[in-house]
């Protein structure tokens, strides 16, 4: 499309515009109005002064898409910005009532696109423990290691978690954020009836997989077929979280399964983040002492982030767990300088169908927090690097050091993660594309330099090769940097049925 005289309000020029959607890989202008895509074409003029921006030799295509984000302050929002991502879904732990929770991000603002899933275990916790609810990732780390909210559910506490989760998905929750690797006492009877509600709603549930066989011989279930054949008895769509992670070695026998599940028509997705190491909080079930062996983990397998301490011992780690129990803690499961390790980690990201998906984990503190409009980051803020880098990551490793052309490895970042969702969710529809008509959420980067920069102990490091970055037109991130009082984002729903 080609066009002059009357321009639009912001024209990038000259980039190399990847849309995977379409195929288009080519020297493109991309005009931008009202916070949509107006035109993608050559000779496009802004209507007003400064609103071209030559962004010649640099990649331009549809912002990333984060399907498992823990996120919610605004120094960890902005290191998503700076690592592409317009949009981040809290989607495995969820929210429960999700209603406050859009409520809060809306009366906050944030820089990017946000969305919640209902909350199975924050439900649990009210339907089995008595705890109030509290949409908030906080109020379940508090009460993670709590024994009353992990045991065994009667079936009037199974009609009452799912009464809950009904009613968040009427006020438009995502899906639903199935946590059962912390609550493994949980049955497998609970679970198949948590999918069947999604099914009846037409959504997906997102799950933190319970533990496998191979690491759990008396477990009540295999974690991996448990998922397969939930998606088979109930015809719910299966998300499984971060398959990197909860899978580890045995990787190969988990996307074997979810492969053949797929081949027969089950609904089953996949997600993995390009690290060796997760993060949690230290009172997590598979963290007790005794059952770290399980994992082939030990004590000092364990680096507990607020003071930087490689746990020592098993008397430490009990100390800690009762002490600090969502206190985060970074968790060495796979060796990233290993090269075969690395191949695992690349057999997670390469999988047909897998999207990239970070699990980015909100700030601790190590000093009295700043003031949490502060930027950059003091070094008292810490994380995890999948917070800061994990796209960045992704498509230096899956590019430049792995098999994919760039379009396919963005196609993980955005598209498919908007197709996952699209068919509830209006809003995705728009998103994760850049095409005549779309949100313009668009992220502009040098393909040559774009890498991760944080690392596990300087974890704040935003990425590098990001040039600018817009949410619903809006800048977010221009130059390099943030844009102090950019508040875009705007809430992602699903629609009820």
């Known amino acids: 499309m080609e066009a002059s005289a009357d321009g639009w309000d912001l024209v ?21 109005a009202a916070g949509r895509i107006a035109a993608v074409g050559t000779g496009l003029t802004a209507r007003v002064s400064g609103g071209d921006v030559d962004v010649a030799g640099q990649v331009v295509t549809a912002g990333f898409i984060d399907l498992h984000s823990h996120v919610s302050d605004l120094g960890g929002l902005r290191l998503q910005a700076m690592d592409g991502v317009t949009t981040a879904l809290e989607l495995e732990a969820g929210v429960t009532p999700v209603a406050q929770a859009y ?7 944030r820089p990017i696109n946000y969305g919640f899933a209902a909350s199975w275990a924050l439900a649990r916790m009210e339907a089995v423990a008595g705890l109030p609810p509290d949409a908030s990732l906080g109020a379940f780390m508090a009460r993670i290691s709590d024994p009353a909210w992990q045991r065994p559910a009667e079936p009037a506490q199974v009609d009452a978690l799912l009464a809950r989760l009904a009613d968040d998905l009427a006020d438009g929750a995502l899906g639903v954020g ?18 069947g ?44 979280c971060h398959v990197n992670s909860t899978s580890q070695r045995h990787i190969d026998r988990v996307l074997g399964l979810v492969a053949r599940a797929q081949a027969a028509g089950s609904r089953v997705t996949t997600e993995a983040y390009p690290y ?14 005794e059952r770290l062996g399980e994992r082939g983990l030990t004590p000092s397998s364990l680096t507990y982030a607020p003071t930087a301490e490689q746990v020592a011992s098993a008397d430490r780690l009990r100390e800690l767990r009762v002490t600090d129990p969502g206190g985060l803690v970074i968790i060495e499961m796979l060796s990233e300088d290993d090269p075969a390790d690395r191949a695992l980690l690349m057999r997670s990201l390469t999988f047909p169908g897998a999207v990239v998906a970070s ?11 700043a003031d949490p409009q502060a930027w950059p980051l003091p070094p008292t803020a810490i994380t995890h690097p999948r917070t800061a880098g994990t796209f960045s990551r992704a498509l230096r490793m899956l590019t430049r050091e792995g098999p994919l052309g760039l379009s396919e490895a963005l196609a993980k970042c955005s ?7 699209q068919d509830r969710v209006p809003a995705l529809r728009g998103k994760g594309r850049l095409r005549p008509g779309g949100d313009a959420d668009i992220v502009v980067f040098d393909p040559a330099t774009i890498t991760d920069q944080a690392s596990y102990r300087h ?11 817009l949410v619903n037109g809006e800048f977010v991130v221009r130059d390099g940097d943030i844009v102090a009082g950019a508040r875009p984002g705007g809430p992602v729903r699903a629609e009820p049925c």
Do not use: K
């Open 12 to 32: 990038l020029r000259s980039g190399r515009v990847i849309d995977p959607e379409s195929g288009l890989d080519a020297v493109r202008d991309v005009a931008v």
């Open 103 to 109: 409520r809060r991000a809306s009366d906050e603002g």
């Open 178 to 195: 199935v946590l059962l690797g912390y609550a493994p006492a949980a049955s497998p009877a609970e679970y198949l009836r948590v999918a």
């Open 197 to 240: 509600l999604a099914a009846e709603a037409g959504v997906a549930t997102f799950t933190h997989a319970r533990d496998l066989i191979e690491m759990v011989p008396a477990t009540l279930a295999d974690g991996a077929e448990e998922i397969v054949r939930a998606a088979g008895e109930t015809g719910a769509h299966m998300h499984y």
């Open 276 to 289: 060796g190491s997760g993060m949690t909080g230290i009172g997590a079930a598979f963290l007790a002492p």
């Open 359 to 369: 699990d980015a984990m909100p700030l601790t503190w190590t000093a009295p927090q």
């Open 415 to 421: 598209l498919e993660p908007a197709r996952l969702l």
């Open 459 to 469: 974890s704040t490091r935003p990425a590098a090769g990001i040039r600018h970055v």
